[in-house]
Structure formats: C-alpha cells, structure tokens
C-alpha cells in the first residue's frame, strides 16, 4: 500500500506538467467582432454600459460607479459619457466598429451615453428605446367606504 501511495503523486505532477506544456504551446486566438450590440441602463443613480456581440456575449462594460464617480455625481451625464468612452475604449481589442444602441431607463445619461459612443468612433446602426412601460399597472387599493 506505501509503494501506491508513492507512484499517484508522481502520476499527477507529469500530467499537471504536461497540460501546463499544451496550455503554453497553444497559440491564443483573438475574436474579431465588427458588429455589436450596447445596452445603455440609465437609472437615477447610476448608467451602466455593456457592449456585447450579436448572439449576447459580453465583450465589455463599464460603468460611472466603476470610474470613480462617487454619490450624486454617479448620476450626470458627464459620468455616463465617459463609462461609455471607456466601455468602447475596451471593445476596440475586438475590432468592434458598428453597434446597435439599446437604451433603458429615465436617467439624466440617456442621451450623454449615446453621444459618447459616437465621440468614441463607432458606427450607429440604430438606437432602440426598450425602457419598460407598464400597461396597466399594479392593482389599485380597494375604495374607501366613508
């Protein structure tokens, strides 16, 4: 029993050894995305954007929490301008260039975002409002009997 004991942890160091030599030896392949999509969620308090492919994989995002902008000043549409630049600072390694726009929310960054996309040199396809909008909203309280 001492003797296979031994012989395993030498059996798993020339594996290790040998998956750490392929991972080397293998060329790492960058993806080349020219079209994408952005989501640009304005809300209140923050502007959050991510810049995807076209079957939904995340490329890149950023955010104005995420470059430093702290309390009241997270919700201007400075801040949303530049999470935006830097988010597209970010997808240009994949050589994105044109981009459908997708905005959701009420935030002041709406439209700053946007514009910082453009600033930034990619191509707008189109911009879609997808802001969700009730139809008819909760149920209401029942009427007061005086």
């Not at 942890?9 to 790492?28: C, G, L, N, Y």
């Not at 502007?47 to 702290?70: H, M, Q």
């Not at 935006?84 to 981009?99: I, N, S, W």
């Amino acid at each position: 029993m001492a003797e296979k004991k031994t012989a395993k942890p030498a059996a798993k160091t020339a594996t290790k050894t040998a998956a750490a030599a392929a991972k080397k030896t293998k060329a790492k392949r960058r993806r080349i995305v020219q079209v994408g999509n952005v989501y640009v969620h304005a809300s209140y308090n923050n502007t959050i954007v991510t810049i995807t492919e076209e079957n939904g994989d995340t490329l890149s995002w950023s955010s104005s929490g995420s470059n430093g902008f702290k309390g009241a000043r997270k919700s201007t549409p400075y801040a949303a301008q530049v999470s935006a630049e830097k988010a597209v600072e970010k997808a240009k390694v994949f050589g994105l260039e044109k981009v459908n726009v997708f905005v959701k929310g009420v935030g002041s960054g709406r439209e700053q975002a946007i514009r910082g996309l453009v600033a930034s040199g990619l191509e707008l396809i189109s911009i879609t409002d997808v802001t969700p909008v009730p139809h008819n909203g909760c149920r209401q309280k029942k009427a007061r009997r005086v």
